[in-house]
Structures are given as structure tokens and as C-alpha cells.
């Protein structure tokens, strides 16, 4: 069962509600629509979709909490009610939520906030849609919940403070610490700011690039790579390798992964092969092992061809990359190495290899229809679900398993 519950003071938990408004899909953040009513005593606490519970935020200026359970996962959804249902973490979570909405969900209309492998997660997203705060994994505890609406009221003072620095720099304070307060706030709250480094970065001072400060701040910002802060960022080699050696190695790799996806990303929309080259031969170039280098190379391309539904390239790349880089690797070793390191959640190679196996048998199923190649994709989502038992790689294996049956007449 969906539910939506509206985290302020003096409304009653039985009463229920069902509006049902689709949002927009593929999008981050979109704009509620106008409420057709206040708030007032009596207003019922429990409803049924995401976009009711951003209406009434909207007018309470609070928090929505998003609970996504995938589709077809009844034990996960019965231990998830049961935890929504306690008043004592309700009670617990008015204390945070500052007027905000509880939505608890399974309607595909959720997924546009919710785009990982995992059957099951919760976010916080703020009354305009921008997520505050993302947690991806079966039976959150009560102290996840408790967690995570910490974490999201303090990114939505975040987004409040962005807003108003914003104003002031519309109305002309283009300072140095304004920029950098703005450039920060928004990389916290996952908001783009490429066009704003470049602003920047032009009211830099003149020997600004020899600045460490200035240097390690434009590498925490992941710049393109063609793009000027990265040009700037790179023009001194000696003073590059000073401050990037300087970083802790998580905050490097974790750097060196945004720089690529921005920069495959950038070149989908700009339509720039080159560019989509030059990322993934830096994806290259962070590995060690050549054939690290070059499954980290034909990954980026593959996502870029696949970005730009160029049919036949993808499937070119498709066809031995996952047989090559992925296949070879046995599930119960994997498993057993998981959990042997500890590896749950988003660290677990078993949900990494299975979700990357799953997402290229279902890809592979839209693009072709050819019975070999749907054959080798089956296969793919065999071992996925064997790697990842989920209700949606179950489901991608079971679409290419009957993909792959012959037909009268075939």
C-alpha cells in the first residue's frame, strides 16, 4: 500500500487520502504545482502520491520523506510499514521534519528520484523535488530513518542558504568567496556548476593559478575536461601534482569518477565523439592493469553511444564487453569475497557486476532483435540474477528469457 503521511502537529494518523498526480520523468527536480488549498486542522495525514505530499509542502515548507519500494517485494514492504506505522518515530521525526510530508510508495511514478538497481530505498526531497538526502537498501531501521531526515533538513538549510547567496549574486556581488560559497552548495546539493566555474574563474585574480587553495578548489569541483577550470587547473603540472597528491585517495577517485561521467555526459549533449574519446581514455589512464584500461575505456564509449542511440556501435562494443570484463566472473566467489570484506549495500561487487549485467541484457533487449545476440544478453541476465537477486533483475531475466523463445512462423 502507498502512503503519504504530513509530518505537522495535530493531524490524525488514521484518516487516508488518494490524489494521484504523474510527475515529469528522467529529472532530478521538477516544480509542484500550485496546492488547491491551505493546510488546516483536519486535513488528512495519510495519501497516496508524491506529488499530494509536495503540494502540502509546498505550503509547510518543510521536508518529504520518499520511501520506494519496488513492485513485487511484499516481505520488504509488510517490515517497511510496520517501522512507518510506529508513532514513536513519527513523533520522532516532527522533531526534524519542520513541517514536512512522509511518502511511502511503490507507484512507478516514484521512480524519477530513484535510479539505482537496488528493489528498494528512501530520500528526502525538498518541496520543489531536489533530493536531500538518498538511502539505498532493504528494511531501513528506525535510526536510518532518524539519520536521514538529520542529514535533510541540514541540506535543505543548504538549499535555502544557496538561494539566497543566488539573489545577492543576480544582483551583482560576483566576489571570489560569494562564487565559491555558491559553487559549494551546490555541488552539495548535486546541481550543476560548470557555467558558474567559468564566472569564476574569469574574476579570478591574475596569479590566482598559482594559488594551492584556489587550485585544490577547483579539483574538488570535478571540472570538465575541456572546459577552462580544468585548463587552468592543469596548467602548472608541478603545482597540480602538489595539490593532488595532497588529497586523501577517496577524495581523489571519487573526483576522477565525476570528471568522467560529467565530461561522457557533456559530450551526449554536445554531440562531440572527440570528447566522449577523451573521457574514457582518461577513464583509461586511472587504471593500472591494461585490461582495466581498456574495460574502462569501452565502457565509457558504450555509454556514450548508447546516450546517443547509435544503435549499431553500441551493440558493437555490447557484444564482447560484457562476455569479456563481467562473465568471467563466478557469483559464489564474489559473494563469498563480499562477505568476507564486509561489502553490503552500494560496496558490493556482487550488486555492482549484477546491476551492470542486468542494465546491458535490458539495453541490448530494446536495441535488437537478432536471436543471437538476444541469446548472449539472456545470458547476462541469468548470471545478474545470480549475482543480484532482485525483483528487477529477476524481471530483466525474464523479459530476455522470453525475448529469446522462437515464435509460429519464426
Not at 294 to 309: D, K, L, N, P, T
Request: hydrophobic residues 40%; glycine residues 6%.
Amino acid at each position: 500500500m502507498a502512503l503519504v503521511s504530513l509530518l505537522t502537529p495535530g493531524i490524525s494518523i488514521a484518516q487516508t487520502s488518494a490524489a494521484v498526480r504523474k510527475p515529469q520523468t528522467g529529472a532530478k527536480t521538477h516544480t509542484a504545482s500550485k496546492p488547491k488549498a491551505a493546510i488546516k486542522p483536519g486535513h488528512p495525514f495519510w495519501a497516496t502520491t508524491i506529488l499530494q505530499a509536495q503540494d502540502w509542502t509546498t505550503q509547510a515548507k518543510g521536508v518529504v520523506l520518499v520511501r520506494w519500494v519496488f513492485p513485487g517485494s511484499p516481505d520488504s514492504t509488510k517490515a517497511t510499514d510496520k517501522i512507518l506505522k510506529s508513532p514513536i518515530l513519527i513523533d520522532s521525526l516532527k522533531r526534524y521534519a519542520a513541517g514536512g510530508v512522509f511518502v511511502h510508495t511503490n507507484d512507478t511514478s516514484a521512480t524519477q528520484f530513484h535510479d539505482d538497481e537496488e528493489e528498494s530505498a528512501f530520500l528526502f526531497i525538498n518541496d520543489v523535488g531536489t533530493v536531500l538526502y538518498r538511502f539505498d537498501g532493504l528494511n531501513p531501521s528506525a535510526k536510518d530513518y532518524l539519520s536521514g531526515m538529520h542529514q535533510a533538513v541540514a541540506m535543505k538549510k543548504a538549499a535555502d542558504d544557496l538561494k539566497f547567496l543566488e539573489w545577492g549574486r543576480m544582483m551583482g556581488n560576483q566576489n571570489q568567496d560569494t562564487l565559491e560559497r555558491i559553487i559549494g552548495l551546490r555541488n552539495r546539493l548535486d546541481m550543476p556548476t560548470d557555467s558558474l566555474l567559468d564566472i569564476y574563474i574569469y574574476n579570478l585574480p591574475v596569479d590566482s593559478g598559482k594559488s594551492l587553495r584556489v587550485l585544490r578548489f577547483l579539483a574538488q569541483q570535478a571540472p570538465v575536461l575541456n572546459g577552462y577550470a580544468n585548463e587552468l587547473l592543469r596548467q602548472d603540472p608541478t603545482l597540480f601534482k602538489l595539490v593532488w597528491e595532497g588529497m586523501p585517495m577517496p577524495e581523489r577517485i571519487g573526483i576522477n569518477n565525476r570528471v568522467i561521467e560529467k565530461t561522457w555526459k557533456k559530450a551526449i549533449v554536445d554531440q562531440d565523439p572527440e570528447l566522449a574519446k577523451l573521457a574514457a581514455t582518461y577513464a583509461g589512464s586511472t587504471n593500472r592493469s591494461p585490461a582495466a584500461q581498456v574495460r574502462a575505456f569501452q565502457g565509457i564509449m558504450m555509454e556514450y553511444y548508447f546516450g546517443m542511440q547509435d544503435t549499431g556501435k553500441f551493440l558493437e562494443i555490447a557484444g564482447t564487453y560484457y562476455d569479456r570484463f563481467l562473465m568471467p566472473i563466478n557469483a559464489d566467489s564474489l559473494k563469498q569475497e563480499d562477505s568476507a570484506h564486509q561489502r553490503v549495500g552500494a560496496l558490493s561487487v556482487c550488486r555492482f557486476v549484477g546491476s551492470q549485467l542486468s542494465k546491458g541484457a535490458y539495453r541490448v533487449s530494446l536495441f535488437s532483435s537478432d536471436p543471437a545476440l538476444l541469446k548472449q544478453a539472456n545470458a547476462w541476465a541469468r548470471r545478474a540474477a545470480e549475482l543480484y537477486n532482485t525483483p528487477q533483475t529477476r524481471e530483466v531475466a525474464a523479459l530476455l528469457e522470453a525475448k529469446g523463445k522462437p515464435t509460429a512462423g519464426r
